[in-house]
């Protein structure tokens, strides 16, 4: 396993820190005021429209997307460049077009799509002229387990009529928002797995109801496009809609979170460089008891902890992008699900530590560590609960002696 950074990942590492010193760390106050001053908490703050035209002209732009549409950097290529962006997760990705949900939803439309879709949908958003989301979980079932998705996808002639109540729906609320990925069953009487398909909705479409926004920890989770709940009360959007075909939704479902697992962990280990960063200047600067915090030992044993924590799990995080490039997603399915459990363990506990030493700044508005720990305690959720992954690598580890 080499996971040494080649002369273009080196060089794309070198633009992206320089671009990140010169413009997204400055434009975060801004976006703070901006949010600040607007009567709408899910509103375009001006100052991401800047960024975005920065950053294209630098050519920092699709980097998450292999092949023709994106930058065609392979995981591990891109590794690096997610943990930059990720020090500043309320700015960076979507400066860069390589926000959630609509990564997803463009590796959906880029492996899936057909050309009249691509063409419709996906070129949009390479450009960054709309957002898109993603509506999957439902409030009345688990929806860690697919299979129980309640929403229901019929065909009616030329037409499918979709009823269902979805929430947590990221990218809903923002209102760039242009196109829905719809996933729910077609077919409930087929194999579990065959039952889901997914369809594309226009936002627009009569019967699509955005009843709310939900709140993370009292963010709205603007970077994110916010998330909504939304009723679907007989939906009808052409056949053509449906991606890739019927019972193909849990497939589909599956490819796009393989991707979207590791980019989640590759911008969380950018998250717990930048709280140790500010937990060094911090205690450094502090003093208490006569002398700087630094000095004492509990402190410092939370900074080596730290960046023991991040190693470890950054080498994991390589090796499976190198995983994912050289066997494929399907070969490096263990150690998604190990990233998965590891990296949000390890980022939560450090920006914890960060916040502890800042002491009630830590939990203020005047530094980004309350924000970092909201997406951090997210990630223990999202794209399948800690419980889910341990319990799918402890069985594949008892197989081996069954």
């Known amino acids: 396993m080499d996971f040494a950074f080649d002369a273009r990942t080196e060089e794309l590492r070198e633009q992206l820190t320089a671009f990140m010193d010169e413009h997204v760390y400055p434009a975060e106050p801004v976006l703070a005021q901006q949010l600040a001053e607007s009567d709408d908490v899910w509103a375009h703050p001006p100052i991401v429209e800047e960024l975005k035209a920065k950053a294209r002209a630098q050519g920092l732009w699709n980097l998450f997307l292999p092949g023709d549409h994106g930058a065609g950097l392979t995981n591990l290529q891109y590794a690096p460049l997610a943990e930059i962006m990720g020090r500043s997760p309320r700015l960076a990705p979507e400066a860069t077009n390589c926000s959630a949900p609509d990564t997803g939803n463009m590796e959906v439309l880029s492996m899936f799509g057909t050309e009249q879709q691509r063409e419709q949908w996906l070129k949009p958003l390479l450009e960054g002229e709309i957002r898109s989301a993603f509506c999957m979980t439902e409030p009345d079932v688990a929806s860690s387990d697919a299979t129980n998705i309640g929403t229901r996808i019929e065909r009616d002639g030329d037409s499918y009529v979709i009823n269902g109540r979805k929430w947590w729906s990221s ?17 409930p009487g087929a194999e579990r797995h065959r039952q889901q398909s997914q369809v594309l909705v226009p936002v627009d479409t009569p ?12 963010y709205s989770d603007g970077d994110h496009g916010g998330h909504a709940e939304i009723v679907f009360d007989n939906v009808r959007v052409p056949a053509s809609n449906v991606v890739s075909g019927e019972g193909e939704g849990f497939a589909i479902a599956q490819a796009r979170l393989g991707p979207g697992r590791i980019h989640h962990c590759m911008r969380a280990i ?11 200047r911090r205690v450094s600067d502090r003093v208490a008891f006569g002398g700087p915090i630094a000095d004492q030992g509990v402190v410092q044993q939370w900074i080596a902890d730290a960046r023991i924590r ?4 950054r080498l994991l995080v390589l090796k499976t992008a190198w995983l994912m490039d050289t066997v494929g997603n399907k070969g490096a399915h263990t150690e998604i699900q190990a990233i998965k459990v590891a990296v949000p363990e390890m980022v939560t506990w450090v920006i914890d530590r960060a916040i502890q030493a800042h002491g009630g700044g830590g939990v203020s508005q005047d530094f980004p560590l309350a924000n970092l720990y909201a997406h951090a305690r997210t990630l223990h959720i999202v794209d399948g609960p800690d419980e889910v992954h341990r319990r799918s690598l402890a069985r594949r580890e008892l197989k081996k002696y069954r």
């Open 171 to 187: 990218g809903a609320m923002s209102p760039r928002c242009k196109i829905l990925i719809v996933m729910g069953k077609t077919d």
């Open 207 to 218: 019967g699509v109801h955005v009843k709310r926004g939900m709140y993370v920890f009292g």
């Open 270 to 280: 950018g998250m717990a460089e930048r709280a140790l960063e500010l937990m060094c």
């Open 310 to 313: 991040i190693e470890t799990t």
